[in-house]
């Protein structure tokens, strides 16, 4: 009796639409097919079990052998691992029993609530069944409560209780993220992603997943982005390039030592990174690669800079700086890239300052134009 693989499915897939969190268990059952019937009933006699009333069974055989042994050794490891998801307070139900066409390989497919929960309850259930074949003791309790402990270390906060229960009253799917506190609400182009209380309606939660390094990289690891584990040591020393990204489209690449690069981003690379800021759900950004050569698919994300050095990208290009007392220009980094990215203009309203005739005065005190300039200086 062998664990092949344990993977969790966490959307609409082909085993099951509702239910669509999902534990697939992958057992390879080829070395208990000389049984006895008799021994295996006895053994499996006291083994806390879901009612087969309470539950919901499907099965399915892609092969026609007759297998009756290894069929009911399937069937009790789902049921194992359902019963002992319920004693630990997480109510599940349902359970598919997939046999395949390789002889003596079953998946054994069940419903679970917390996802690292579900995966304890698979090995919990393959370890007791292991030591029952084996011919040694069991201890049930301490699987229940390691499940337990589990449960509690994901436990989440009431406040997002609230917003999961109310998506789900409206059937709308949630799933973690990572964490206790970032969720997934909805699938595709429907997708928000919750901060605790907060929405990706505002840049604070994309703010918060770039600031937070580790948020960051488990974002882009469940992409395939390739990405540098170690944060960088020294920007002044650090070999690579530095990407713009403004409205989710790639603006501009430099080397990190501020000279323009001959190399052309090809399309697959433009995709890339344009991906990597829809990940983030940020859509001005600055990344920085490591590597030397830009069309390099395994170039890997060293940081992400969620405030974009917009003078140090513009150093190329043409500006001119005009500042009066009247009157206080725009910054020319910023302006100089309003003027070569029209698609990021349409984003940042320019606010003219007013001129002096027309500043705010008071009844008490007239106010002059000097005494105003630094606040008239646009970002």
Not at 36 to 45: V, Y
Not at 174 to 193: I, V, W
Not at 207 to 234: G, V
Request: charged share 20%.
């Amino acid at each position: 009796m062998k664990i092949i693989s344990i993977q969790a499915l966490r959307g609409p897939n082909v085993h099951s639409f509702n239910p669509y969190k999902l534990i697939h268990l992958r057992l390879d059952l080829s070395e208990e097919n000389l049984l006895n019937a008799d021994d295996l009933d006895l053994m499996l006699k006291n083994l806390p079990l879901i009612p087969e009333e309470e539950m919901a069974l499907i099965i399915e055989n892609q092969i026609s052998e007759p297998t009756p042994q290894l069929d009911l050794l399937a069937k009790t490891a789902g049921r194992l691992a359902l019963e002992l998801q319920n004693k630990s307070g997480l109510h599940v139900h349902f359970l598919k029993i997939l046999k395949t066409i390789y002889p003596g390989t079953y998946g054994v497919i069940f419903e679970y609530k917390e996802e690292e929960a579900g995966k304890a309850a698979a090995q919990a259930s393959f370890d007791i069944l292991q030591s029952l074949l084996n011919g040694q003791q069991l201890d049930l309790e301490a699987y229940i409560e390691k499940i337990e402990n589990i449960k509690l270390a994901n436990a989440i906060s009431p406040g997002i209780k609230m917003i999961l229960d109310a998506a789900a009253s409206r059937g709308i799917p949630a799933q973690r993220l990572f964490g206790n506190e970032y969720f997934m609400l909805g699938y595709g182009k429907f997708q928000k992603t919750l901060y605790k209380s907060l929405n990706s309606h505002t840049n604070a939660v994309a703010s918060r997943m770039a600031s937070d390094r580790d948020s960051m990289m488990e974002l882009l690891y469940e992409a395939s982005i390739p990405f540098t584990r170690k944060a960088i040591a020294s920007r002044e020393l650090f070999i690579g390039f530095r990407v713009l990204i403004l409205n989710h489209e790639f603006a501009k690449v430099i080397i990190s030592d501020g000279t323009s690069t001959q190399q052309t981003p090809n399309e697959s690379t433009v995709f890339r990174l344009e991906r990597i800021s829809h990940i983030l759900n940020i859509p001005d950004l600055e990344i920085w690669m490591h590597g030397e050569n830009l069309n390099d698919p395994n170039l890997q994300v060293a940081d992400v800079n969620i405030t974009p050095d917009l003078e140090f990208f513009s150093q190329d290009l043409p500006h001119k700086v005009r500042k009066s007392q009247a009157f206080i220009s725009m910054d020319f980094s910023r302006r100089a890239l309003l003027s070569e990215y029209p698609s990021f203009q349409s984003r940042v309203p320019m606010e003219k300052p007013r001129p002096p005739d027309s500043l705010p005065t008071s009844s008490n005190k007239q106010v002059h134009a000097p005494d105003l300039l630094p606040a008239m200086v646009c970002m």
